[in-house]
């Protein structure tokens, strides 16, 4: 089973930064991307960020140049650092990862974390 642990949440002041990590750890044959979530209370998940294996990173459009995603790939690590941090930022931050669990998987499979509380204020 793969499993994703999350760390870096807590409560910080508008204007400052948060950096997040998560680690994939179990059975795993190739990771293809992996990226962050958001979910704020009352409202739908919604991508923050997400970085392919091979590929340029994606993100959301309120992200507006503010976070970096970043991976190490040898370590099965995804990053997210997160500048000039907004009240309307504040959410519960779940990070995912398409994994395949065989080289004779035919289809990546999402897998979640538990998430992490970002609070944003003053």
């Known amino acids: 089973q793969v499993q994703l642990v999350e760390s870096g949440g807590g409560l910080v002041q508008p204007g400052g930064s948060l950096r997040l990590s998560c680690a994939a750890s179990?059975?795993?044959?190739?990771?293809?991307?992996m990226g962050w979530y958001r979910q704020a209370p009352g409202k739908q998940r919604e991508l923050v960020a997400l970085?392919?294996?091979?590929?340029?990173?994606k993100y959301g459009d309120f992200v507006k140049g503010r976070f970096t995603i970043t991976r190490d790939n040898a370590k099965n690590v995804v990053y997210l650092q997160m500048n000039s941090l907004e009240p309307d930022d504040t959410a519960v931050y779940y990070c995912?990862?398409?994994?395949?669990?065989?080289?004779?998987?035919?289809?990546?499979?999402?897998?979640w974390g538990q998430g992490t509380q970002v609070t944003v204020s003053s």
């Open positions: 970085i392919p294996r091979d590929a340029s990173a």
């Open positions: 179990g059975t795993m044959f190739r990771i293809y991307s």
């Open positions: 995912n990862a398409q994994v395949k669990i065989t080289p004779l998987t035919t289809k990546y499979s999402d897998y």
